[in-house]
């Protein structure tokens, strides 16, 4: 069967495999984290409190890790978003605690708020699919489009240029 004939973008297919789990993560007094320096390494400094979210996960070996769903959604405090990479350690079963960030992030992630039936025929949503990337909306109007970082300039210009999205969109 054609991929696509599934998934409107091949960025959908990396999910197939996810499975449910716990992770835990250092978090600031709010419960927001993990930070991350740009080696990737976490930071510690930004605060000493944890937290655990349930999360779907797929697992790419050698403690390697692609997040696949944040289960608090839009009140997660974990800064990954689907598609982020990292590295943690089992801690028991379905239970992993976060190591480092893989970076650079293979995607960017943009947050827009929409009106209510953005589905995949929205030319937004196609363009996205256009350049390997993906769409989530949630609560019916809390939109997450990732794409990859290597053609976030692209999309963004190519967004832009159609009116898809604004200057304060992309920043």
Not at 68 to 80: D, N, T, V
Request: proline share 6%; charged share 20%.
């Amino acid at each position: 069967m054609n991929q696509n004939s599934t998934h409107p973008s091949p960025f959908y297919a990396q999910f197939d495999d996810a499975t449910e789990s716990t992770l835990c993560f250092p978090t600031d007094e709010d419960e927001v984290g993990p930070y991350w320096l740009e080696s990737g390494e976490l930071d510690t400094r930004q605060g000493s409190s944890r937290s655990c979210e349930k999360v779907e996960v797929v697992n790419l070996g050698d403690g390697m890790y692609r997040l696949a769903l944040k289960g608090e959604g839009p009140f997660s405090g974990l800064r990954l978003n689907w598609g982020d990479e990292f590295v943690a350690e089992e801690s028991g079963i379905n239970r992993l605690q976060l190591l480092q960030v893989t970076t650079p992030l293979t995607y960017k992630h943009y947050q827009l708020l929409v009106p209510p039936g953005f589905d995949n025929e929205n030319p937004l949503a196609r363009l996205v699919h256009s350049f390997g990337g993906g769409w989530e909306c949630i609560a019916g109007g809390m939109l997450t489009l990732t794409v990859p970082s290597t053609r976030a300039a692209d999309f963004e210009q190519a967004a832009h240029q159609a009116a898809l999205m604004s200057v304060e969109d992309i920043d």
